[in-house]
């Protein structure tokens, strides 16, 4: 497994056809909703006051289909991260995947000095209750 980092708003258009349908829509409807939120509650606010996007993937060692991905968020100014959206297909769960994402995506922020962390858990399920304990033991 491969882990790449982008500090975007968004993915790069290629990634789009390494995701499984699956992950598309899940990609598609959390992105949707998520742009409906900033656009609500936090229209460039976010980005003047130092708000930074990322997305860390995760890849097969051939690099021609995306395992799972995170999606994160960090504010400078207030030294914290919300650590929003991971994903990671079905057929790729407890092989280590979403484990690999998030301590990436820590890693990234405490290199930025960020001090506080986030969370966001839309829909907690019995799989996922390791990799929270395991989050929150990093942080």
């Known amino acids: 497994m491969k882990l790449r980092y982008y500090e975007a708003f968004s ?19 959390f992105f949707e909703s998520h742009l ?7 229209p460039k606010e976010s980005l003047k006051r130092g708000g930074v996007h990322h997305f860390v993937f995760a890849l097969n060692d051939g690099e021609d289909k995306i395992l799972g991905f995170r999606y994160f968020f960090y504010s400078l100014d207030m030294s914290e991260c919300e650590l929003f959206f991971l994903y990671v297909d079905p057929k790729e769960r407890k092989k280590g995947v979403a484990s690999s994402l ?10 930025h000095g960020i001090s506080k962390f986030k969370v966001k858990i839309v829909a907690p399920e019995a799989q996922g209750e390791g990799l929270i304990c395991t989050s929150s033991d990093l942080i």
């Open 11 to 29: 993915v790069p258009d290629c990634f789009f056809s390494m995701m499984s349908e699956e992950m598309f829509e899940s990609y598609k409807s």
């Open 36 to 42: 409906k939120i900033l656009k609500d509650f936090a």
């Open 102 to 111: 998030s301590d990436l995506s820590i890693s990234v922020a405490i290199g």
